[in-house]
């Protein structure tokens, strides 16, 4: 097994790609998903477009995988009334990675970047009503989930999440007086599950050091958690990491070591920085 | 849809648009002749949410049947309201708004397939409406703190505060108002948020002034960040299920729920035409059987659309003035030159109807709500193809005659799917009413593979 992870298969990314597209079926097939296969396609072809161009400018090499994983996360989680929010989100996304930029890297999750920028100026909003709690569509996420985040040795930016925002659910339903049966309703949303594993654990935007990293999450989910229920924002969980980026920004956080590179990660669940070589986008 | 039935469609609707230049009453896609309106479920809640940024105005209208000394309501509310917040308004624009938003039946006439003509017929089915809600008073004690009290309409009101739970509990109870068992802990939650409590009873002297037999919707309006809707303290009493009906009044789009899953009520669908006469337990068996399909766990879209307008209509839109008593404040009153047509009229009022079955197992924390950008107009439409009745000894008709078992076929397969019943009784049921055929021999796979002998 380690041999196929170590060949074709050693960037994690095609974990992510098959599992968002995994998901992205099972909604359209039994969830009925509002997306339409013109919005699909638009946040794709934008997405791929925006990044061949990108890569033309600054002359670097064509990377499809990342933008095409963008494509699939708006796909997921923007909704719109028709297709060319989409394009436009695509197009932001991928845009910011080029753009906005520190250290050598980019600052903002790309989707998470667009569906904020799309959400602020009313475009668009986010398909949190579609998912429902379901165990075993939580489930089969999580477990698609598990896969892609462990491969790109990122298993701790999830449990940290889900651990952070789990206690704090429960902290409040034991202050409240409220049946468990609340937190748990909350914490089985199949969108926080999604975010979880595949937004906020991208290796790109989060610190490489493990600890660090443990602690962007988990403020991640702090911040989502005092959004949503002190502030009634319902997309709480997409503001979180869009000011958090903006405060690393503003602070200038430094980023020890080199850029995570694709691919490069070692066979470690729980990776801190690594001596790897090479650049990457 | 099968295509043959998709063309019928079509050809249906295009001499539809024929029969309104002739100056036949038809609307665009075929004829509303019936409604599933809310006085079907019992212990049918309707509330009425106009929202816009953090205003809202809620309606509050319940069938309460009871001896009105006894009916007393406690509504968990964000902030004390004042005198003018709070409004008594009449129970017809609700059945308006609920007739208006209500899952429909329409029915086509087939034409003759030798012939380009088209017959149709419209019917109708009466629509009824009523409402409830009311209470009685006491005194303070036991940590709580009336905030205001005020007579509006025909009720007595209370804005209460409270520090614990257990005193709340006790003050409500010596004050007539019958906790259910549990209620204590729900009330305790609402504490711990900062909430108030609104408490209203029925002022027996106001409500016989009234002059009417029921209690009228109670009104308040506030200014809230959350945009939700409480449902716990009445899933306390665990007296099997609710049913909730809520019809928002936005600007930008529909509502959906941000903590369960909405869902859109199956549309569209072709199903036999003698249910016509059972519409109303066609809509409950459907609906009851969608809710099992969704482990009892979805809230369910029935109608979401402009209001400027509908198609097919089961009730005129709202006017200006209806909807501005419903805490549409961006429309302008209309005052004394009503126009009934109001279709040229441009208004910025999306409605979305949700309709939820609950109960504290399945629905454990109060409804949470978000209003998207979506105007995609959706309603529930179900529709009835009647088959022509003629010769039609042309090729085009022996071809449509030899068609016809299969499509009832069809038809009773998806009335079953979608309803849970019996699909015999279905197949009697059609037989009787006209729609006669003989169901196809139940194939096994092996016959498809090579034929039957």
């Given at each position: ?12 990314r ?73 394009a ?17 890297r ?13 959400l ?38 999830p ?33 926080l ?16 050091d ?6 962007f ?37 430094p ?27 | ?41 019992n ?36 902030v ?90 006790a ?28 408490v ?55 509502i ?121 107009n959706?309603q ?6 009647h ?25 009773a ?18 037989k ?22």
């Amino acid at each position: 097994m380690e041999t196929i992870f170590r060949g074709p298969l050693r960037d994690a990314r095609w974990f992510q790609i098959a599992g968002q597209s995994i998901i992205l079926s099972i909604g359209l097939l039994f969830y009925g998903f509002g997306v339409s296969p013109a919005q699909i396609a638009a946040a794709l072809i934008a997405a791929l477009a925006a990044q061949w161009i990108g890569a033309r400018l600054i002359a670097s090499r064509f990377d499809w995988k990342s933008a095409l994983i963008s494509g699939l996360s708006l796909a997921l989680l923007l909704r719109a009334n028709d297709w060319p929010p989409f394009a436009l989100a695509a197009a932001l996304a991928i845009g910011s990675k080029f753009a906005i930029r520190a250290d050598g890297r980019h600052i903002f999750n790309p989707a998470n970047f667009a569906i904020v920028a799309m959400l602020l100026a009313g475009g668009a909003w986010t398909s949190t009503s579609e998912w429902g709690s379901a165990p075993w569509f939580a489930l089969t996420i999580a477990a698609l989930g598990l896969v892609s985040t462990w491969r790109a040795s990122r298993l701790d930016a999830p449990i940290v999440y889900l651990g952070v925002y789990g206690a704090l659910l429960l902290g409040r339903a034991l202050y409240l007086g409220d049946p468990l049966a609340i937190p748990a309703l909350r914490l089985s949303h199949g969108a926080l599950i999604l975010f979880a594993f595949f937004m906020i654990s991208d290796p790109k935007t989060t610190p490489d050091d493990l600890k660090e990293r443990a602690l962007f999450v988990g403020a991640a989910a702090l911040v989502a958690y005092v959004l949503q229920f002190h502030f009634h924002i319902s997309d709480g969980i997409f503001y979180a990491p869009f000011l958090l980026a903006l405060l690393r920004l503003a602070i200038g956080a430094p980023q020890r070591g080199r850029p995570y590179e694709w691919g490069r990660a070692p066979l470690n669940p729980f990776a801190s920085p690594r001596r790897a070589a090479a650049p990457a986008e | 849809m099968t295509r043959s039935a998709l063309k019928k469609l079509l050809v249906a609707a295009a001499s539809a648009i024929a029969a309104t230049a002739a100056g036949g009453a038809a609307a665009f896609c075929g004829f509303y002749v019936a409604k599933a309106d809310t006085k079907l479920f019992n212990k049918a809640s309707k509330v009425v949410m106009m929202r816009d940024g953090d205003r809202t105005v809620i309606t509050m209208s319940n069938d309460y049947q009871g001896e009105l000394k006894e009916f007393a309501i406690v509504v968990p509310v964000p902030v004390v309201l004042e005198e003018g917040q709070i409004h008594v308004t009449d129970s017809a624009i609700i059945d308006h708004l609920d007739v208006y938003t209500a899952p429909r039946l329409v029915e086509y006439f087939d034409e003759d397939p030798c012939d380009r003509r088209v017959y149709e017929k419209m019917a109708a089915s009466p629509l009824a409406g009523e409402s409830a809600d009311g209470g009685r008073r006491g005194a303070d004690s036991l940590g709580v703190t009336v905030e205001a009290e005020y007579t509006v309409g025909e009720y007595d009101i209370q804005i209460l505060s409270a520090k614990e739970s257990g005193g709340l509990a006790a003050w409500l109870t010596q004050n007539g108002y019958r906790l259910p068992d549990g209620a204590e802990e729900t009330l305790g939650s609402y504490i711990r948020q900062g909430t108030k409590f609104f408490v209203a009873k029925v002022n027996l002297k106001e409500q016989a002034n009234t002059g009417l037999k029921y209690l009228r919707p109670l009104q308040i309006a506030f200014e809230s960040p959350r945009f939700m809707l409480p449902i716990r303290l009445g899933t306390v009493n665990a007296d099997g299920k609710q049913e909730i009906f809520i019809f928002a009044l936005t600007r930008s789009g529909r509502i959906e729920t941000t903590n369960y899953r909405t869902v859109k009520l199956p549309s569209g669908m072709d199903i036999p035409v003698y249910v016509k006469d059972e519409f109303g337990d066609f809509y409950k068996a459907m609906f009851a059987e969608q809710v099992d399909r969704e482990a009892e766990r979805a809230v369910f879209l029935e109608y979401a659309w402009d209001m400027n307008w509908c198609d097919p209509c089961a009730a005129d839109p709202l006017s200006n003035d209806e909807l501005r008593e419903l805490g549409v404040y961006w429309t302008e009153p209309v005052g004394g030159r009503e126009r009934p047509e109001i279709m040229p009229e441009t208004r910025d009022v999306f409605v979305t109807r949700l309709h939820v079955s609950y109960d504290a197992a399945h629905f454990p924390e109060d409804l949470m709500f978000k209003e998207t950008g979506e105007r995609e107009n959706f309603q529930g439409r179900y529709v009835l193809r009647h088959p022509f009745k003629g010769a039609a000894t042309c090729e085009a008709g022996r071809d449509y005659r030899r068609d016809l078992p299969r499509r009832f076929e069809s038809e009773a397969q998806t009335l079953a799917t979608l309803t849970g019943w019996d699909i015999d009784d279905i197949r009697a049921k059609m037989k009787s009413a006209g729609q006669s055929y003989t169901p196809p021999p139940r194939e096994r796979w092996w016959e498809r593979l090579w034929g039957r002998e």
